[in-house]
């Protein structure tokens, strides 16, 4: 079985703060695929990142950045200087072993003010 | 071209209504899905198709009927819906269904809104 928990549910910041989206994943397989997805109000599910279970390189990737850390399950997103295009809802996701599914967490809604 | 394409973007349709939802893409990709989601829910997978055959249903009532005509076009059916139907239907693809092994993952639509009265 796997699983994805977003505990945040809903995040909100003034433009300029530093953000951290939090994702706990569960598997047992040893090979497995996690992804982040922003949602905007238009409803397409955008593409962040993709990260394999043997490559535990963060990445850094303007003012996005993903911490992964297989010692605690975790594969955190981080959103430097926020600015308010950045609201959204973001979901984090698993694919594991030789299952096709996607398996998403429950999103978490963030919201920039100006 | 690196984009899936689904129409239409909105749909009402009344619980007697045949209507279908449509989705292209043109990336070469083998495996397309149909997802499910309702307000301030993720995603829920319906049907997965591999190589134009239907590989996964997740237990998905007959009223929703997939089709995948070609590797570039996938269809969902719908016949006597009932208002609880009523959700963002997302289409995506990937190279293969073993998507994330050397590939960006999934490609998603922008959805088709649908609302069934």
């Known amino acids: 079985a796997q699983k994805v928990t977003q505990a945040q549910t809903e995040i909100s910041v003034v433009e300029k703060e530093d953000v951290t989206l939090d994702c706990v994943y569960e598997t047992r397989d040893t090979t497995y695929y996690l992804f982040w997805y922003k949602q905007p109000p238009s409803g397409e599910l955008v593409f962040l990142i993709r990260r394999n279970s043997f490559d535990e390189q963060n990445e850094i990737s303007g003012r996005y950045s993903w911490n992964f850390q297989k010692s605690t399950s975790s594969f955190n997103f981080t959103i430097t200087a926020s600015q308010v295009v950045d609201s959204a809802v973001y979901f984090c996701a698993l694919r594991s072993g030789a299952n096709s599914k996607l398996t998403f967490g429950k999103g978490i809604t963030l919201s920039v003010r100006p | 071209d690196t984009e899936v394409t689904q129409t239409p973007k909105h749909l009402v349709m009344g619980m007697t209504n045949k209507k279908s939802l449509k989705c292209e893409q043109h990336m070469g990709h083998r495996a397309m899905y149909w997802y499910k989601q309702k307000a301030k829910k993720p995603p829920e997978l319906m049907f997965v198709y591999s190589y134009e055959k239907l590989s996964i249903n997740e237990s998905v009532p007959s009223r929703f009927s997939p089709e995948c005509p070609n590797s570039s076009l996938l269809n969902l059916h719908l016949h006597a819906l009932q208002p609880e139907d009523s959700a963002l239907y997302l289409c995506?693809?990937?190279?293969?269904?073993?998507?994330?092994?050397?590939?960006?993952?999934?490609?998603f639509g922008s959805g088709t809104r649908l609302t069934v009265v």
């Open positions: 995506a693809s990937s190279q293969t269904e073993r998507a994330g092994t050397g590939d960006y993952g999934y490609t």
